[in-house]
């Protein structure tokens, strides 16, 4: 798997927007880029994935420049619930190649009143 | 049903006690895993099921010893562990294991203490 660097922490604050830039400069052509959220002493959830471009769910948006060698998670108006650890995952693994699914170390977001 | 429940939730164990946990997912998931995270780290993948055959295993001490019996249920069995084996371990299942678009569904997770 590509290897990931997202900043160690961020603060901001209740109804900002927050972007999470991660970068990941040699990803492969058929790699995908996946975001998990952590809040503390539970397993990680899945928010958004994406291949190229731009994709926006419920809960999230998720931006891709043209070379693909970054991607930014976007949270529209955040809370106070929105404070945990975010991790951007950047591969394609299969059980026939000899990748690993590694998280990166993950931005711990603090969402302040 | 999107949950992927793990028992038990805690668990305090001697290095020479045998303990197994256990995992279980009713998505109709082909795919599940087992990861390791201790305290402010990443998860770390320690074994990944795939159609109930070990695929992966992360060059993981023998005194963990994974095991599924079916679909639906995953085991970790411990025996003989240390202090630094004290965790969070971590259950998880995708539609199947290739390619990128199989979301991992996480479990809460077994906090363990070896003491």
């Known amino acids: 798997l590509a290897k990931t660097t997202q900043p160690i922490s961020m603060d901001s604050y209740e109804g900002q927007e927050v972007n999470i830039t991660c970068s990941h400069n040699?990803?492969?052509?058929?790699?995908?880029i996946t975001w998990y959220q952590q809040f503390p002493s539970q397993g990680p959830r899945f928010i958004i994935q994406?291949?190229?471009t731009k994709v926006t769910n419920e809960v999230a948006s998720l931006f891709i420049p043209a070379d693909r060698k970054s991607s930014t998670l976007s949270l529209p108006r955040v809370s106070l619930s929105d404070t945990a650890v975010y991790y951007c995952?950047?591969?394609?693994?299969?059980?026939?190649?000899?990748?690993?699914?590694?998280f990166g170390k993950g931005t711990r977001l603090h969402i302040l009143p | 049903d999107t949950e992927v429940t793990q028992t038990p939730k805690h668990l305090v164990m001697g290095m020479t006690n045998k303990k197994s946990l256990k995992c279980e997912q009713h998505?109709?998931?082909?795919?599940m895993y087992w990861y390791k995270q201790k305290a402010k780290k990443p998860p770390e993948l320690m074994f990944v099921?795939?159609?109930?055959?070990?695929?992966i295993n992360e060059s993981v001490p023998s005194r963990f010893s994974p095991e599924c019996p079916n679909s639906s249920l995953l085991n970790l069995h411990l025996h003989a562990l240390q202090p630094e084996d004290s965790a969070l371990y971590l259950c998880?299942?995708?539609?199947?294991?290739?390619?990128?678009?199989?979301?991992?569904?996480f479990g809460p997770g077994t906090r363990l203490t070896v003491t």
């Open positions: 998880a299942s995708s539609q199947d294991s290739g390619g990128p678009s199989y979301e991992q569904y």
């Open positions: 040699n990803i492969a052509t058929n790699d995908y």
């Open positions: 994406g291949y190229k």
């Open positions: 995952l950047v591969g394609e693994w299969a059980m026939n190649r000899d990748d690993k699914i590694i």
């Open positions: 998505m109709g998931h082909r795919a």
């Open positions: 099921y795939s159609y109930e055959k070990l695929s």
